[in-house]
């Protein structure tokens, strides 16, 4: 009995390392490469992407976050290794209805949802290396008083620009993985973690 109890748990620990091995862990904000044979540091491969311009202001709020996420403080490469052609559309849209006083229905609040289509290319081919659409909803208040209610409305605007730099950065590190390149700090855990849909 006990032999067979033996051989069962060798069994379960073989089992065990085998499915272990399969796994890969890597740290949350590691330096080091994510990817075998390459040479550029994981912080550096997504510092190495330039972000075209864009024209409106929600646009560039979420263009000044990803820069600022991408290069983590260092601003844009002066020799990009990778160009990012970000196109982003805001929607508006009241949330719900309160009957007040006077008997008309106002919308007390909003919600703001911002979408990001995005080209990544490679700088010195032209090639596209990866595409994706991504969106942030965040909702506010409506005050009657109509610039609290506009004031609140670019709040909104704001808070789901940085979050939805960040959805993207994650997105674009996802790509670059997929395509054997290097990516920085991120794991597809803490995306998990974060209860991000990729």
Partial sequence: MT????????YGLVASVALVSACTVRPLYSSAPLSAGSQA?????????????????????????????????AGEPASPAYSLDLGVTELVESA????????????TAGT???????????????????????????SFDRPRQEFASYRA?????????????DLLRLSIAQNLIKHGKTVAGWSLDSAILRGWKL
């Fill in 3 to 10: 032999h067979l109890l033996r051989r069962t748990a060798l």
């Fill in 41 to 73: 540091g994981a912080a550096a491969e997504l510092g190495s992407i330039s972000v075209k311009p864009v024209n409106t202001r929600y646009a560039q709020q979420v263009r000044n976050n990803l820069i600022f996420a991408l290069g983590q403080g």
């Fill in 96 to 107: 719900a209805t309160v009957q007040v006083t006077t008997d008309d229905d106002e919308p």
């Fill in 112 to 138: 703001v949802t911002l979408t990001a289509n995005y080209v990544l290319t490679d700088a010195k081919t032209g090639t596209t290396i990866a595409t994706g659409r991504r969106s942030i909803a965040s």
């Fill in 153 to 165: 409305q670019i709040d909104a605007e704001n808070r789901a620009a940085r979050e939805l730099a």
